[in-house]
């Protein structure tokens, strides 16, 4: 949905996820909008931050809040999330939030990205001209899902849209960017996956060893940099020395 086009935030729908847990749903679909308003909520309640409250998963039109029921009951943290999500996004608010700022560095092509040459001729482009618009995008972290650390990331040009593989592959490297229908994100982890695999980074997305184990996280904003083989060898020696 285009901003042209906008209507006015859809009511907010709650729904019992768990004992121990509600679901707030803003809206259905991935629409850009309704995501930012995702995240605005979700900074609010963080803001408030009562004792009970253990944890606020965003996705791309819904917030799971997760509470200690042994603490407070579940109607009333509902009622407490109503009088919330009743409040009017302030004008600070919507020029809030952390936004963190996340630049991946990516090798393009090659073994990095076998997907980007037959990927480049489906959408009428030369190899070098997909990476250029795809690594000149200003993403945004939408949600974390599908494994740990995996990051949705809206904002991609339509017109780098690609269909997924008819067969996913039983194994993508750690650190694949790919191109999934209308969405960009990167593989954590090895496994199987279906999306284009465009390059790859050789920073670590998720590890358990850190403080905080996942890299990128909800809301945060994201730039590709192309880098070369070279580069990209330096950096994974880095990587592996400081994780020593």
Known sequence: MSAATASAPSAIVFEALADD???????????D?????????????RGQAPPWLRDLVPAYASLAVFFDESAIDALAVKTWL????????SASEQACAPQRLVE?????????????????????????????????????????????GFPYLSGLDPALALPRLATPRTEVAAGSVAIGGAQTG????????????LGRTPL?????????????????????????????????RLQAQASA
């Open 186 to 197: 990167i593989y954590p982890r090895p496994g199987p996956g279906g999306w284009r695999l």
């Open 104 to 148: 991946i560095p990516v090798a393009y092509g090659g073994d990095y990205g076998p997907d980007l040459a037959s990927g480049a001729a489906e959408l009428g482009l030369s190899a070098h001209e997909l990476i250029a618009r795809h690594a000149g995008g200003d993403y945004t972290v939408a949600m974390i899902g599908f494994a740990p």
């Open 21 to 31: 847990a509600w679901l707030l749903r803003l809206g259905d679909g991935i629409d």
């Open 82 to 89: 109503s009088a919330q999500c009743g409040e009017p996004d």
């Open 33 to 45: 909008a309704v995501n930012a308003r995702v995240h605005r909520l979700a900074a609010r309640l």
């Open 204 to 236: 670590p997305l998720f590890d358990v060893a850190r403080a905080e184990p996942s890299l990128l996280q909800p809301g945060d904003r994201v730039r590709f940099v192309a880098i070369d083989a070279a580069e990209f060898a330096e950096l994974a």
